[in-house]
């Protein structure tokens, strides 16, 4: 397999030695249509070094990878940074394969292997700021805790002025372009978004901790190098800033209305509160979820202003898809919102309290009554969706 899964280098003494994972659609809920990688990585210095493992099923490929730049069995320390299973799901066949004289990870991600796996040997635990001598290069370790889980942390390497950043910093993206430089940039950017609101948002404190203890490192990041998607060396502090920013969640002018459809006349109100809010200067996405994924949504409402919702009723709920995509989105926890709620409904109403309530726990603040319509509705309720559009508009722009 090492003739045909390769090692790349990312600097004279660093390799990727991960795997891509194209086929990957559903990362816990969110909509990895480009697939994934799981990136680990080889330092080649007086103690070798592996940088985290790849998920359950890639073992083998990362090890070909390995097998083509040296014998796996000649790695001395295995560093773990993030217990995920993304990460971890191959470290039993890992250890296995080049019994490593010692394994590394936080306390907490101590505790984490020891509950996921029958582990073959001790881990030795590290505390954050601690360094590692590996003869001819120094690795610092800082826990960022919460960035994904509270194992999370991150490996500066002084000599490469690289960071390994487990999480923090990725993207769900497959690909054979290893650096940022070799791939689209608006593309980068979307991916780099999508990934931030769907799996960060909820943890945007712990971010600014994070990125606060790496200003405090003195890291002078030449290099980021993320165990997902594409290695950050054209620009790394382009990610760094967006970070800094996606985590303040500053609001736009951007509405984004959530809704679903039965026969049509919540659709119809969607489109009249759209016209409304463009009446208003916002700008407007219509997102009706017979379409649309919830974690394309999540990505939308990481910079805008509103969240407008509206739903069918059907046995006396809110239509299912709604149910779905509000959980999913109060889990993220944005902050900051306006909004407001729409919905239609036959011969029982309870879609629009039923947002109404939920909007109200996601801390949403609704700037008017719900607008609701009895099956089809009429120009007067058309005209309160409008209204409710035009009166959004007025708060976001
Ligand atoms: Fe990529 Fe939190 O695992």
Redesign the pocket.
Known sequence: MKDVFKAQKVTDSVWWVGAIDWSIRD?HGYHTGRG?T?NAFLVMADKVTLIDTVKAGFGKEMLARIGSVIDPQKIDFLVSN?S????TGSIVETINAIKPEKVFASSMGAKALYAHFDLPCEVTVVSDGEQLDLGSKTITFAETRMC??PD?MVSYLHEDKLLFS??VF?MHLAGHSLFDDQCDRALLEQEAAKYYAN?LLPLSISVKKALAKLSDLGAECKIVAP??GPIWRSDPQWIMDAYAKWAAQPRTNKAVVVYDTMWGSTDLMARAVGEGLAAGGAIVRLMPLSGEHRSDIATEILDAGALIVGAPTINNQVFPSLADCLSYLKGLRPIGLVGGVFGSFGWGGGAVKSLAGTLEKMNVEQLAEPVCSQYVPDSDVLKNCYDLGQLIAKRIT
């Open positions: 990362f994934t799981y993030h995920e299973p993304d990460h994904h889980w999370s487990q999480d990725g799996i165990d997902h």
